[in-house]
């Protein structure tokens, strides 16, 4: 599929939802036309080389792993949190190829995720009315008319906090970080806590001995290492994303140059609408996410919209549909789609349709619901005999206590002691690396019990 800068440009006269009630219209042209002049944020050749990866996971060749924060804040660029999101997903990544037998194809929700979607377009406290806070990107998270008031300059700031995170994580991958060996020293000690369970300890045991088996024959798991590490959001904000499009002449296409994977979120995949208009004109890899509201001939005009050419790694589909429903909703919607004969790559986000406010007025998820929904997902693809191709997260590598079980034992009284996350709770960085055992395990009994 060939998209031009004028196939670019139709979104515009489509209904786009979620889009912020900018106040000054012409400040927003001001903004893009300025963005329009910054250099890219990906390469073209980054893109493509993603959307070969992806095509190795719709094939049932590789698994992908894509995580990271629910909202990105324009101070979570410091080296030291860039670290420990890349410490994260290292850690898992590791699990989960040791499970699947499979190279992992490693995206971070990173270095764009600055807009959200909201369910609703305001908010009232104490009888005040204001504008629901939907990123760093368009407004502030305080509860005030000045930091609620959208804001188009602050797409500027989500570019220069942007290219400052891709710094910060092409630094520490340059100087080897994180390398085998010390993935696996972080596991090992994860492993030695007297909470995990014995199952965990086996896998972490097959690890080492799959490394000492490579110290045996002189390789060193110190210099070993993944070079590759690509990043996504959802294309959510179409002046920002248009702005930030660019022409390749190698490939005389146009490529969202905000990140090397964009996505249609639930509620912006209308399929009249500038959403899915504006994925169909770029060239990069890119993703739906699927609802339970979803039909099976919804799923399938996406995907026939979305990826005409058959293109595999061009199109992955990402369900979320809720512990409670993954396992009625989601095999008419693979069937039909494997039916088609159109190559994609099914992915699990275990996260959004299982959350719930606690009695403290907290919004949280519980472990068991978030592992409950991935094992009737790896069910759900093992009846039909298609590949369960990966999972997308909210995690974070700090110990934050915003979703409650797993072996970090959060409860509900715990949930305000280090609530941090701008929007959606995320799993913390023990319950990440919890959930890669209990997913890995899965590889191996596709039907096993979710954990506790």
């Known amino acids: 599929m060939t998209t031009t800068m004028s196939d670019h440009h139709t979104w515009r006269s489509l209904p786009a939802a979620q889009q912020p009630d900018w106040p000054d219209p012409t400040a927003v042209e001001e903004v893009v036309a300025e963005l329009s002049g910054y250099p890219p944020l990906v390469s073209p050749r980054e893109c493509d080389r993603l959307r070969d990866r992806l095509a190795a996971v719709a094939s049932g060749n590789a698994f992908l792993l894509q995580g990271g924060d629910c ?7 410091s080296a030291e949190a860039v670290r420990g999101k890349l410490r994260t997903l290292a850690q898992m990544a590791v699990v989960l190829a040791r499970g699947s037998g499979l190279p992992v194809v490693t995206v971070g929700r990173i270095a764009g995720q600055y807009g959200k979607p909201r369910s609703r377009p305001t908010e009232t406290q104490d009888g005040l009315t204001l504008p629901a806070y939907r990123g760093e990107a368009v407004n502030g998270a305080a509860f005030t008319p000045a930091d609620r008031a959208p804001d188009p300059r602050r797409m500027l700031r989500a570019y220069h906090a942007s290219a400052a995170t891709l710094d910060q994580l092409w630094r520490l991958i340059s100087q080897g970080y994180p390398n085998l060996g010390q993935v696996h020293g972080w596991t090992r000690e994860f492993v030695a806590r007297p909470e995990i369970a014995d199952r965990h300890r086996r896998l972490a045991g097959e690890i080492e001995s799959a490394l000492t088996f490579l110290r045996a024959y002189g390789a060193n798991p110190d210099e070993l290492r993944s070079a590759e590490f690509y990043t996504s959001h959802e294309a959510l904000l179409l002046h920002y994303e248009a702005a930030l499009t660019r022409f390749d002449p190698r490939t005389r296409a146009a490529y969202a140059t905000s990140g090397h994977l964009l996505w249609i979120g639930e509620r912006t995949r209308q399929l009249d609408g500038a959403h899915v208009a504006f994925a169909e004109s770029i060239r990069n890899p890119v993703a739906v996410k699927l609802g339970p509201a979803t039909t099976p001939d919804d799923a399938l005009t996406l995907v026939e919209r979305l990826n005409p050419d058959a293109e595999p790694g061009r199109l992955t589909l990402i369900t979320r549909m809720g512990a409670d429903r993954i396992r009625d909703v989601l095999p008419p919607l693979v069937e039909k789609v494997t039916a088609s004969g159109v190559p994609v790559a099914w992915v699990c986000d275990p996260m959004h349709g299982n959350t719930f406010t606690a009695p403290s007025g907290h919004k949280t998820r519980r472990f068991r619901d978030v592992a409950d929904e991935v094992t009737g997902f790896f069910a759900v693809h093992h009846m039909l005999g298609t590949h369960p191709g990966g999972l997308h997260l909210e995690v974070t590598g700090e110990d934050v206590t915003e979703c409650v079980g797993g072996c970090a034992a959060v409860s509900m009284a715990d ?26 395990g899965l590889f191996r009994e596709p039907s096993g019990r979710a954990a506790a």
């Open 71 to 77: 909202a990105e804040t324009f101070t979570a660029s």
């Open 415 to 440: 949930l305000g002691k280090r609530y941090e996350t701008a929007c959606d709770p995320r799993l913390n960085h023990n319950q990440a690396l919890d959930l890669a055992f209990e997913v890995a």
